[in-house]
């Protein structure tokens, strides 16, 4: 029943919402079979037929050509084309309507690149055409006494142009289509209902002013047409249903389209809202651009997340979320880690297409193997929450995530949507390419931090943890450890829920424990970065070598966490007396549909392209919101962050103090070596040959990774190295 809705919904919208040079007729008698007719170019329209299979769109429609032409990719009747032939370049996304405006492009194109051929290889489609333009025809008349179309014997017996042209000019008459380049169009002194157009409206007429009479008729002037037929020999076709402001506006009319004040201007915004739901998408559009009231930034389209509604449907039963359940598909991916990394396109799923039809790839033939319900709206929520926590659990087992609690498993989700942005942007400076990029990613993090809120906000739990954690952060020495934080991007994510307030002093404890985390990948020679030489503690009060080189070895890491960072940003919460509730930030968002703020992608793109370009330590704290330090400074801290990894049992000393200055003078030739310790300490025991830096390598250097003395404050902050 699903699927014969579906079909039905794509036959009504190619009669309601007709296109150019495109002709649709359903037989009577079995709505399964249809006739499409293509007014192709300035050429003679083509008869085609069409053939529903019972599971359609799950699989593409059958369609054959009676229309007898020579065409590189037509034999007989079958045509050579992969969105129907291919099971990769089919999907149930496709409607009706985009595979008639295909054939249309395949029809009126002057050449055909070979997916098979030789990279940049075309065929010119000229040697299949006559001197016209028209396709060669290989004989045989074509009647339908379905939609009328009728190409007789005869037309194969004459090489008169003007026979050809003459059949051609009727035909298209026929069917609607657009006349030649050239031929003038006989209209009627009194349109029908159907040819009224934007352009034609006298708007000083339509809408007077207060206290004029209102327009009592429409009247329809063809000086717009004639002129359009005379400057360039084609008449605007008309494109969609009947409707006062209709068609796609030039900006001289919609600029003369202004509305004069009227009680039009005292409608409700309610009222208005309902009127914009009746109209179709071009329709819509033109009233937006009629009307700063209903398409300005602060207007009802906007203001009511109308368009975003429209979007918000299966893209397999095309169902919005008012009709049914709707989620989207999510991928389980395991690379090297022992835990899966989850990823989605965000396309909307409805329950029903993944249930009782078994899809499993994405729009653009990605697979995924779960489903997971979105909020969208209070309404929806409702019908979806017990279903919410059923998946959660799911993907959680699923992926072997470390913690299975719902909110854990959204928080990991929006966590590995910035990674996934992070890694798929590096190197790219396309600008278009960055913004789509954004626009998923930021779509995306949006679905879920809005199903987070819905979480945290039936379950106090979640946010007393999350507070919890912070206040460890907030102590004179900071609990930040693996144990207490395994994943510090999964904090990042969780501080948008606390009720502390997002101090600098967090943000600093955060980065010295990223540091810490990666001083074992920038020194270790197998797994790491192989910069042993880091391991020598040098006295210079400042060195630039180790300022440059210890970013350089671990930016991927700085950069994801700038990323993760920027994400959080994009999330305003507020701050002091106008900091938002959870439950406030939850019903905006249920306002949206759970989607961003309007700009939100183009600003993240923009920073996007920043964020890749940061290579040195200055940059990224500033990107991190925190006061700049002293180089001197950084310098001590970059040293304590050494030691504090040996403390915290992170890493041990794989080489000698000995070693690692020899090691080090050779790429560093100006090092200060350190001829005294801090009061306390003693200098590090390392073995004189290097061995592993992770904790569990094994060898001599063990003994000495517990640090001693005031080893413990270098690592809160690198004072005394």
């Not at 959204?410 to 590096?426: A, E, G, P, R, W």
Request: net charge neutral; hydrophobic share 35%.
């Amino acid at each position: 029943m699903a699927l014969h809705s579906r079909l039905l919904h794509d036959l009504a919208d190619l009669q309601k919402h007709p296109y150019p040079n495109i002709a649709f007729v359903s037989h009577e008698n079995n709505v399964r079979k249809a006739c499409l007719i293509l007014g192709a170019g300035d050429r003679e329209p083509l008869h085609l037929t069409v053939t529903f299979p019972i599971t359609y769109p799950l699989i593409s429609p059958t369609i054959s050509i009676d229309s007898t032409v020579r065409h590189f990719n037509v034999f007989s009747d079958y045509i050579c084309a992969s969105i129907l032939n291919t099971d990769e370049d089919w999907t149930p996304a496709y409607t009706m309507k985009a595979i008639a405006m295909q054939l249309l492009s395949f029809f009126s194109s002057d050449k055909l690149e070979q997916q098979h051929g030789r990279p940049g290889a075309a065929i010119n489609l000229d040697e299949f055409r006559l001197p016209n333009g028209s396709w060669q025809a290989r004989g045989g008349a074509v009647q339908c006494n379905v939609c009328g179309y009728d190409r007789p014997h005869s037309l194969y017996q004459t090489s008169d142009p003007a026979a050809w042209k003459a059949w051609a000019v009727s035909m298209r008459s026929r069917f609607g289509f657009p006349p030649f380049a050239g031929e003038i169009q006989t209209q009627s002194a009194v349109p029908s209902p159907r040819s009224i157009d934007l352009m034609d409206i006298d708007y000083d007429e339509a809408f007077p002013p207060i206290g004029q009479s209102p327009i009592s008729k429409v009247t329809a002037s063809s000086n717009h047409k004639e002129a359009t037929t005379s400057q360039e020999g084609a008449v605007e076709p008309v494109t969609s249903a009947p409707s006062l402001v209709d068609g796609a506006p030039n900006e001289a009319a919609v600029e003369h389209a202004s509305l004069a004040p009227g009680p039009i201007d005292k409608l409700p915004a309610e009222i208005l809202v309902a009127i914009c739901d009746r109209m179709d998408d071009e329709t819509l559009m033109t009233f937006m651009r009629s009307w700063d009231r209903i398409g300005s930034k602060s207007g009802v389209v906007a203001q009511f997340s109308i368009l975003r509604k429209r979007d918000l449907r299966c893209f397999v039963l095309k169902k919005s979320f008012a009709e049914t359940r709707l989620g989207t598909g999510v991928a389980i991916n395991f690379g090297r880690g022992r835990q899966g990394e989850l990823s989605s396109e965000f396309d909307l799923l409805s329950k029903t297409a993944f249930d009782d039809h078994g899809i499993r790839e994405s729009v653009m033939g990605l697979p995924f193997s779960n489903f997971l319900p979105l909020p969208i709206n209070q309404r929806h929520y409702s019908s979806v929450k017990d279903e919410v926590l059923t998946s959660l659990a799911q993907l959680g087992q699923s992926a072997q995530l470390s913690s299975t609690a719902p909110s854990d498993v959204v928080i990991s989700f929006m966590n590995d949507i910035v990674v996934k942005l992070c890694s798929d942007t590096k190197g790219v400076s396309d600008a278009s390419a960055l913004g789509r990029a954004s626009e998923r990613a930021i779509e995306s993090y949006y679905h879920l931090f809005h199903l987070l809120l819905c979480l945290a906000t039936s379950n106090t739990g979640i946010v007393r943890a999350i507070n919890m954690t912070v206040s460890g952060l907030l102590k004179s020495k900071p609990q930040s450890d693996k144990t207490t934080i395994p994943n510090l991007g999964h904090l990042l994510i969780a501080l948008l829920l606390t009720d502390h307030p997002i101090t600098e002093k967090i943000l600093k404890n955060l980065i010295q424990e990223a540091i810490t985390r990666n001083v074992v990948w920038m020194l270790d020679q197998q797994k790491g970065s192989g910069m042993v030489e880091l391991a020598y503690l040098e006295a210079d009060p400042i060195s630039y070598y180790r300022l440059k080189k210890t970013f350089e070895a671990s930016r991927t890491s700085y950069t994801l966490l700038m990323f993760q960072n920027l994400f959080r940003q994009t999330i305003n919460r507020g701050t002091g007396t106008a900091r938002k509730s959870l439950v406030t930030m939850r019903d905006e968002l249920f306002q949206a549909h759970g989607g961003p703020p309007r700009g939100t992608a183009e600003r993240l793109a923009k920073k996007i392209g920043e964020l890749q370009a940061v290579d040195n330590f200055r940059d990224f704290i500033q990107h991190m919101g925190v006061t700049l330090p002293s180089q001197q400074f950084f310098t001590s801290f970059l040293r304590g962050c050494v030691v504090g990894s040996v403390e915290k049992g992170y890493s041990r000393w794989g080489v000698s103090q000995e070693r690692a200055y020899r090691l080090r003078v050779q790429r560093d030739p100006t090092v200060q070596p350190r001829l005294s310790w801090p009061d306390g300490m003693l200098e590090p025991k390392g073995p004189d040959i290097v061995e592993s830096f992770f904790p569990n390598g094994g060898g001599r250097g063990g003994r000495g990774g517990r640090g001693r003395g005031r080893g413990g404050r270098g690592g809160r902050g690198g004072r005394g190295y």
